[in-house]
């Protein structure tokens, strides 16, 4: 794994899931993190750093107030002397055909999942753009590639991440400040539970995949990781999917009908 010795790096949503296995991978690197959630999650935030060790803190910040996340981050310096590095993890996602969709339900993926992302970009950048630059990675997913029914909402608003991202890295580099961007597929983590829980998500997941297993966050930790890192130095405004394979974009299987066509020319 990257060496992150003497750097500083805020996490969003470090409770659980791949914002925690992110965390530990760069405080395992040598860095000194802050992890943030929601304030109902302080019980699992404060076992979470307790877990990761002396060089973990946390602090409550909803995604979806300004003040929360720039508080968030100055708390980060005013903890640990700087900010170097930020994983905005926090998303959410709603469930309903187009047809029947409200603009209310609609407008909460982007609150928190889009509009999240954006503050969290804004104060970071803000202080990095003062003090030498600094790497940021965005968590986007596969549904801002493919379609998946009834998740309109969320699919518009990691698409929006992706946008961002970009647009994020072409306005930072002049600063020193990359910004790329990840899109996990399906994780074995909370919030995605039902994605491998029932059999019948789990086997539609394998049937578009080429490595036919469910992801683990350590799966997505290990790519932001590298994209934070000094051996990333030269990569930015990038999208990088840790899903199986299944954004490939898989074309028919023809193989039956080459060996139907093989078989005729045979007789």
């Known amino acids: 794994m990257p060496r992150f010795d003497r750097k500083v790096a805020f996490v969003t949503a470090g409770a659980t899931g791949i914002g925690f296995a992110t965390a530990k991978a760069l405080a395992e690197g040598g860095a000194s993190v802050m992890i943030s959630s929601l304030a109902s999650d302080e019980e699992k935030l404060c076992e979470a750093s307790e877990e990761l060790g002396e060089t973990v803190d946390y602090v409550l910040c909803d995604v979806r107030n300004d003040d929360d996340v720039d508080t968030a981050v100055g708390r980060t310096v005013e903890r640990f002397g700087s900010l170097d590095l930020a994983f905005n993890c926090a998303g959410t996602g709603t469930y309903a055909p187009i047809r029947d969709q409200s603009a209310e339900d609609f407008t909460e993926n982007f609150e928190t999942t889009l509009l999240g992302t954006l503050r969290c970009l804004r104060a970071e950048a803000n202080y990095m753009a003062e003090h030498g630059g600094g790497a940021i990675v965005n968590v986007s997913s596969i549904a801002a590639r493919v379609t998946h029914p009834s998740m309109a909402g969320y699919c518009a608003a990691k698409a929006g991440v992706n946008m961002l991202t970009r647009c994020a890295a072409a306005e930072f580099g002049e600063f020193g400040i990359r910004v790329n ?32 297993r469910i992801g683990e966050p350590e799966d997505v930790a290990r790519m932001a990781a590298f994209l934070l890192s000094e051996e990333a130095s030269w990569v930015t405004g990038q999208i990088v999917a840790v899903d199986g394979g299944i954004t490939i974009d898989r074309g028919p299987d023809l193989i039956p009908l080459f060996d139907e066509m093989a078989q005729a020319s045979s007789r």
């Open 181 to 212: 961007g990840v899109m996990p597929g399906a994780i074995r983590t909370p919030m995605a539970s039902m994605l491998y829980d029932y059999e019948v998500s789990k086997r539609e997941f394998f049937r578009l995949m080429a490595i036919k």
